[in-house]
């Protein structure tokens, strides 16, 4: 069992057929080069080449970054362009960095990379790693790093993610503001129609309705039903979580006919029961004197949801 202290390497090693599509630096006379870095901090710096909306420079070392614990190796970095930085109002820009050294004798890209992204920024405006090849298997013909003589071809893939824009922040609402709605429906013995609607009212951001009645119940049960306004129609893909007690009062005020529900969904405006109470038990208990029955929903938990600006 490995200790919970233990480093893991982030360094992610591969052949690769396609080539970077970054930049490449392919070079006649490797040799030549090493000879050529001496004079310039032993290192050989590329034009600009543009990736990701940015600016950048690749670095080789031909005989690795002495200091940057890189001698004995081939060793390469990516510098970000400054002007880069202050033409933009981000003041850190993150990337992926894949490095490759191109071998003849595979026909394929040895590539190596960090996988942890990298944060540039005026304060660190280089990245990359100092030991991508020893120097010793480098220089070995039958490696196929050199090849035709003294050629050789380095390269690099910078990724630059795009800014996060779109978005969604979901919230639960526990702690409404008056979370109880009541209803008197009068002269229920009455009634001829199949559905009452109760007056819209508002909770946790949406509207609702209340309505009373389903075609499903064969005439000897109370349906009850919580339904959204029409004004308050979800966007696409919206999911409203609702948790509630619907309750059917007791005009004695102590036996109280209740059931708890809860929902998830987008697909459907409204949620209850089509058999919520039989019209008998109902008839028996539940209507006062004045033949009105009282409904009441309580509302544990509406949720909402936040959008960023459709693009």
């Known amino acids: 069992m490995s200790s919970s202290s233990e480093i893991v390497s982030t360094i992610v090693k591969k052949w690769r057929e396609h080539p970077p599509s970054s930049y490449s630096l392919k070079v006649d006379n490797f040799k030549q080069l090493e000879k050529s870095t001496t004079s310039s901090d032993d290192k050989y710096q590329s034009r600009l080449f543009s990736s ?17 614990n890189g001698e004995g190796f081939i060793s390469m970095y990516v510098e970000i362009d400054s002007e ?5 109002p981000q003041c850190d820009v993150f990337a992926e960095l894949i490095f490759f050294v191109y071998n003849k004798k595979e026909n394929k890209y040895f590539t190596i990379q960090d996988v942890e992204v990298k944060r540039f ?25 050199i090849f035709e003589g003294d050629q050789c071809e380095f390269g690099v893939e910078v990724i630059v993610p795009s800014p996060l824009t779109k978005w969604e922040i979901l919230s639960f609402n526990e702690k409404l503001q008056d979370p109880k709605f009541s209803w008197t429906v009068e002269k229920f013995s009455l009634l001829k129609e199949d559905e009452y609607m109760s007056n819209t009212f508002s909770m946790g951001a949406w509207k609702w309705l209340y309505p009373k009645g389903d075609s499903r119940a064969d005439g000897k049960w109370l349906s009850l039903y919580l339904r959204l306004a ?17 309750r059917v009062l007791d005009p004695l005020g102590s036996n109280h006919f209740e059931r708890k529900n809860r929902w998830y ?5 409204g949620w209850g029961w089509n058999k919520l109470l039989s019209l008998a038990e109902l008839r028996k208990s539940y209507l006062d ?8 929903i309580e509302f544990e ?11």
Request: glycine letters at 6%.
């Open 84 to 88: 880069s930085l202050t033409s933009t």
């Open 230 to 246: 029409d004004s308050d129609k979800p966007k696409a893909d919206e999911k409203i979580f609702v948790q509630a007690n619907f």
């Open 301 to 311: 938990v509406v949720s909402a949801t936040k959008y960023s600006p459709i693009i």
């Open 265 to 269: 969904n987008y697909m459907n405006l």
């Open 289 to 296: 004197k004045e033949d009105a029955l009282n409904v009441e």
């Open 52 to 68: 990701g909306g940015y600016n950048w420079k690749l670095i080789v070392y031909p005989q690795g970054n002495k200091k940057d």
């Open 121 to 145: 920024n005026a304060l660190k405006k280089i990245w990359g790693l100092q030991q991508v090849l020893p120097s010793d298997a480098f220089n070995k013909l039958e490696n196929g790093y």
